[in-house]
């Protein structure tokens, strides 16, 4: 017998009746989410069995060429999207920002496979994807974050930082402000996390452990190894991404090319 | 990483060339080379325009061999805005020469800010040259080159902080590390310019316009640059200010001629006249005409 309780697609179904909820409370106040919240409700379920059905392709096929393509598409995604709600884009900033979510991800997951958890195969699905996937997931925001703040940093202090080269100094003289205000900020919603885990939040993949049957005290080492690869992954790629966009707003002849900066 | 100082202090013709005092003749030989330039004006057409200095004096190894300070030569900088088509200046020539009292005039949108901010290397050019004491200004040069020429800002940026945090933050720039902050030289500056003791604890935030105008002129005049370019340094001022700046300036080019130089952007052609003895027009991007006094 399975240590934990296989669901029917009846009782997704039941659980998924559960949006009428919140239906009925945006028809009573009139709230005029309706659209969206089936939209929504769609979206959960189409696309949550299409990973569903990939995953158990790629689980089954268990080649590392399919692995490596599937960890291929999931930073990819990562990398993009991580651009998409940043203020301020300057030409180039895409590939940055998929150069140092890629680098600093796969660094992390080498790691986590390699040398800690020792999967052997090192491409076991069951690992490496779920690894990598949280990985990402976090590194995504501190990479966007960075990005946006460093674009805001360097428009609102354009001035400040123009003046300070004029008077003679160097580009990361004028620029490390900016450039250290943008990595903290990537930095601060992992510390936030790692301080509150476990009091205010049970982290998804505990949880999910706890749900299939291990032992809280064995979820606990695992979710303990992930904070830590995530906290080091979202520091690396945060780093990368800024430094990267700091060499590419400041050139060699200590010049700052602002108005590459664009809104 | 070691970085050698490509400028060092002391009179530019001894380090240009040992033993030689070149630049009055210079100057000279410059001036009447001026008087052929046409005054007409010109709007600047498409492709690379001659400017009309370099026409009667085209360039070659007599530039070189009188080592011009500041050598400027055909810049032009595109519009940098991605999307952007044009030129913002093209075809123009500065140079800056020890005693010089440059004007750059012309309407707004000219291109006098941007040929002040090319010259001092503050943007990247995308034609021409700018050469100091006869070398290219690039890399880890170029802020060694902004010790020595510092672009002034019609609106300073100031840092948070006091007055005097500002005046003292240069100093703990690397290429000014060899220096000290001098306060009783920087009060004296600023008493003659109308400034009260109690100019030193106040916040920078709470300056007027003419006020950070003030403490930006003063910031880089206690660096000792040999070259100042000035983007209309008493636009916020008062009449009454203006004339002390004026003053100021004029006694710090007075008090060594033979090394430094000032190039002077202003709207206001009586200070232009007041101010300085060659004049370079500009025209949507181009130097229409020069004079010379």
């Known amino acids: 017998m399975k240590p934990y309780i296989e669901l029917s697609y009846g009782q997704v179904a039941m659980a998924a009746g559960l949006v009428l909820i919140n239906g009925a409370i945006s028809v009573l106040l009139r709230l005029d989410l309706e659209r969206r919240l089936l939209i929504a409700a769609v979206c959960t379920v189409v696309q949550l069995l299409l990973i569903g059905l990939v995953l158990e392709w790629v689980f089954r096929v268990d080649r590392w060429y399919v692995v490596l393509g599937m960890m291929t598409i999931m930073t990819v995604v990562a990398g993009v999207a991580a651009t998409q709600r940043t203020r301020f884009r300057y030409p180039g900033m895409r590939s940055r920002s998929l150069l140092a979510t890629w680098g600093s991800s796969w660094v992390v997951a080498a790691i986590a496979l390699g040398a800690i958890v020792r999967v052997r195969p090192w491409y076991t699905p069951q690992y490496a994807i779920p690894l990598l996937g949280m990985i990402l997931g976090n590194t995504l925001n501190g990479v966007s974050l960075g990005l946006d703040r460093l674009g805001g940093e360097l428009a609102a202090r354009r001035d400040r930082v123009e003046g300070l080269l004029a008077l003679g100094a160097s580009r990361w003289e004028a620029a490390s402000g900016p450039v250290r205000e943008a990595v903290k900020t990537g930095l601060i919603p992992t510390i936030n996390a790692m301080m509150v885990v476990g009091i205010v939040s049970l982290p998804g993949m505990m949880t999910g452990q706890l749900l299939a049957g291990t032992s809280p005290v064995e979820a606990v080492k695992y979710q303990v190894v992930i904070m830590f690869l995530v906290a080091s992954g979202t520091a690396l790629g945060t780093v990368s991404v800024v430094l990267l966009s700091y060499r590419r707003l400041f050139n060699d002849d200590h010049q700052f090319l602002d108005a590459l900066l664009d809104r | ?293």
């Open chain 2, 1 to 293: 990483m070691k970085r050698s100082d490509p400028f060092p202090r002391g009179p530019w013709h001894t380090r240009c060339n040992p033993g030689k005092h070149r630049y009055s003749t210079t100057h000279y030989v410059d001036l009447d080379v001026l008087k052929l330039a046409s005054p007409t004006f010109r709007i600047l057409p498409d492709g690379p325009v001659a400017n009309p200095v370099t026409q009667a004096n085209p360039r070659g190894d007599r530039a070189m061999a009188n080592g011009h300070a500041i050598e400027a030569v055909r810049i032009g900088r595109r519009d940098p805005r991605p999307g952007a088509d044009g030129w913002l200046i093209r075809g123009v020539d500065l140079m800056v020469n020890p005693g010089d009292r440059l004007g750059v005039l012309g309407p707004s949108g000219s291109g006098k800010s941007v040929l002040l901010r090319a010259v001092a290397r503050l943007d990247p050019i995308d034609e021409g040259s700018i050469q100091w004491q006869g070398r290219e200004v690039r890399g880890d040069g170029v802020p060694a080159y902004r010790r020595q020429v510092i672009y002034l800002h019609q609106r300073p940026a100031l840092m948070e902080g006091t007055v005097e945090e500002n005046l003292q933050y240069p100093f703990t720039l690397r290429v000014h590390h060899d220096r000290t902050f001098d306060p009783a030289r920087v009060e004296a500056m600023l008493q003659r310019l109308g400034r009260e003791a109690g100019f030193f604890t106040k916040n920078a935030r709470d300056l007027s316009g003419g006020e950070s105008q003030i403490v930006g002129l003063v910031r880089a005049l206690q660096l000792d640059p040999f070259v100042l370019l000035l983007d209309e340094p008493t636009a916020s001022l008062d009449p009454g200010a203006t004339a002390a700046v004026e003053g100021l300036l004029g006694d710090w080019l007075a008090d060594r001629p033979d090394e430094r130089a000032l190039v002077w952007v202003s709207h206001d052609a009586d200070q232009a006249r007041r101010m300085t003895d060659r004049r370079v027009f500009l025209r949507a991007g181009g130097v229409v005409s020069e004079e010379n006094v």
